[in-house]
């Protein structure tokens, strides 16, 4: 499965790397991100693609999980 690190990058990098995993066919995957904001753009971004996005916390880095 395909890793998005996107924790320390504010937006819009963490969109900007999650379309480029999206647009690339590499589903599922997964974006780790640290901060609210890159989460709600994240989901978002991938829910406006048709991905069904599945969120986890823990420790202040959400895991979210992309899934056509």
Do not use: F
């Not at 997964?30 to 753009?41: I, K, S």
């Not at 991905?51 to 899934?67: H, K, M």
Request: with cysteine.
């Amino acid at each position: 499965m395909k890793l998005v690190d996107a924790r320390g990058l504010s937006c819009p990098e963490p969109v900007m790397l999650t379309r480029k995993a999206v647009s690339a066919g590499e589903l599922p995957c997964r974006v780790m991100v640290d901060n609210p904001t890159a989460r709600e753009n994240v989901t978002r971004y991938a829910q406006h693609q048709g991905c069904q996005v599945s969120v986890a916390e823990a420790d202040g880095i959400y895991t979210l999980t992309l899934s056509k």
